[in-house]
């Protein structure tokens, strides 16, 4: 009964690493889409990867990338292996927005040049936007931030659906991203 109890307790942490793994599944395989956009059918014979299919792209690595990091600070603070309470760091909503904007400027450049370093520069910068954002939240606030996180690994599924172009995935990461968002809400 005992043992019972404890899993049933420790739910939250079990769903904030598996949307761990969900994201960390959309930035690898966006990785991979990248390094061999033939493999994929997402370039031409020059493996010129296709407009859309870079900005698809982008966005699930970056959506994956944010969902990974933030659930890993999720499951830490809700498993007690970092404190609960609200660690805030001076200026932190400007630095957000700044990492938001300039990830979002990085993937507009994507459209036009991949080079390597945008790639990954902006996939590094949205592993530091998803740490930074759930780093302020308390541990009572996390059930929230769970089905936020669950909102954004549908939002990465979707995205990477549509650079696959599965549609089993755009449905599902559709239907997941918005009864995530709506939960949240």
């Given at each position: 009964?005992?043992?019972r109890r404890i899993a049933m307790t420790a739910m939250p942490q079990l769903v904030a690493a598996f949307h761990s793994l969900v994201g960390l599944a959309a930035v690898l395989v966006g990785a991979a889409a990248y390094l061999n956009p033939l493999a994929f059918g997402i370039a031409d014979a020059t493996g010129s990867i296709h407009?859309?299919?870079r900005i698809e792209m982008g966005l699930g690595v970056a959506i994956g990338a944010i969902t990974f990091s933030g659930s890993v600070i999720a499951f830490l603070k809700l498993n007690a292996n970092m404190s609960g309470k609200p660690i805030l760091l001076p200026g932190r909503h400007v630095l957000n927005f700044g990492l938001l904007f300039g990830i979002l400027g990085l993937?507009?450049?994507f459209t036009q040049d991949q080079s390597p370093w945008i790639f990954w520069t902006a996939t590094g910068l949205a592993f530091a936007v998803g740490f930074l954002l759930i780093i302020p939240i308390g541990g009572a606030d996390m059930p929230v931030v769970i089905s936020m996180l669950n909102s954004y690994w549908g939002?990465?599924?979707a995205a990477m659906g549509f650079t696959l172009q599965n549609s089993a995935m755009i449905i599902t990461g559709a239907l997941v991203g918005s009864s995530g968002a709506i939960?949240?809400?």
């Amino acid at each position: 009964v005992i043992a019972r109890r404890i899993a049933m307790t420790a739910m939250p942490q079990l769903v904030a690493a598996f949307h761990s793994l969900v994201g960390l599944a959309a930035v690898l395989v966006g990785a991979a889409a990248y390094l061999n956009p033939l493999a994929f059918g997402i370039a031409d014979a020059t493996g010129s990867i296709h407009f859309n299919s870079r900005i698809e792209m982008g966005l699930g690595v970056a959506i994956g990338a944010i969902t990974f990091s933030g659930s890993v600070i999720a499951f830490l603070k809700l498993n007690a292996n970092m404190s609960g309470k609200p660690i805030l760091l001076p200026g932190r909503h400007v630095l957000n927005f700044g990492l938001l904007f300039g990830i979002l400027g990085l993937i507009a450049f994507f459209t036009q040049d991949q080079s390597p370093w945008i790639f990954w520069t902006a996939t590094g910068l949205a592993f530091a936007v998803g740490f930074l954002l759930i780093i302020p939240i308390g541990g009572a606030d996390m059930p929230v931030v769970i089905s936020m996180l669950n909102s954004y690994w549908g939002w990465a599924a979707a995205a990477m659906g549509f650079t696959l172009q599965n549609s089993a995935m755009i449905i599902t990461g559709a239907l997941v991203g918005s009864s995530g968002a709506i939960l949240s809400y």
